[in-house]
């Protein structure tokens, strides 16, 4: 039988020697010769083991060993993420969401990953969409993420045509911040005078006028720029 952990076949019972079977060459068959270069190419073209997945996924994805030992467990869910690694570089957060978003969709739902409705090319997107500040983590996993399970826009589509694309633009940005600090003149001292952790107030407040569209990263960066 073959072991498909440590990539061995094991001898699972005993026989005697083959003459006891009455084995004897078939005169009418001939010999099958079969290359190295054949034996190579038939490698090649089978999927790969679950062991060869995991140290794959730890060496070159860099992922953590729990990760990869998690995504690795089923098969189909290795498959998956390896076809998603060939459409981002992005390991580490496609494996986040392998491992959470996706993971706790299938298991509410009893799912299989070959059940799952949405293909690599989309949650690729997806991550790219977040990568590039053009949605939060937050829109893209709970509000885009179920569109695409019964959608046939692409993930930038759905966030477009429901006005999730964040706001990125400084003219705009600086404008919201001016109105948040013009109504926060006693909260300005504050933190000037040291209570940082008023950051969160502006923050949220900017987030509130743009209608949660305001890229929060580039808002703190903004505001920080504007009070210290």
């Known amino acids: 039988g073959f072991n498909a ?3 061995k076949t094991l001898s699972q019972r005993h026989k005697e020697e083959a003459n006891d079977y009455r084995y004897f060459p078939e005169p009418d068959l001939q010999p099958i010769i079969i290359s190295k270069e054949y034996i190579e ?7 790969p083991l679950p062991k060869e997945l995991l140290e794959k996924f730890i060496s070159e ?16 869910t290795a498959l ?18 392998m ?15 070959e059940e799952f409705e949405i293909s690599p090319q989309n949650i690729a997107e997806l991550i790219t969409l977040i990568d590039d500040n053009k949605v939060s983590n937050s829109i893209a996993t709970g509000k885009i993420f179920p569109l695409l399970l019964s959608s046939d826009l692409s993930p930038e589509k ?39 952790g008023l950051i969160g107030l502006f923050i ?11 890229d929060p990263k580039l808002t703190n960066q903004l505001i920080r720029k504007k009070l210290d």
């Open 80 to 97: 998956y993420y390896n076809k998603l690694c060939k459409l981002t570089k992005n390991y580490k957060a496609a494996a986040n969401l």
């Open 158 to 196: 759905i966030a477009v045509e429901n006005n999730w694309i964040q706001e990125s633009d400084t003219d705009t940005l600086l404008s919201l911040i001016n109105e948040v600090i013009e109504k926060y003149p006693d909260k300005v001292k504050e933190y000037q005078s040291g209570k940082k």
């Open 204 to 214: 949220g407040e900017v987030m509130k006028l743009s209608k949660g569209k305001a």
């Open 5 to 7: 952990v440590n990539g």
């Open 61 to 76: 994805f860099k992922l953590s060993k729990y990760d990869a030992k998690i995504i690795t467990e089923d098969k189909n």
């Open 41 to 47: 190419n038939i490698k090649k073209s089978l999927p």
């Open 99 to 113: 491992n959470g978003t996706i993971k706790s969709y299938l298991n509410e739902n009893a799912k299989s990953i």
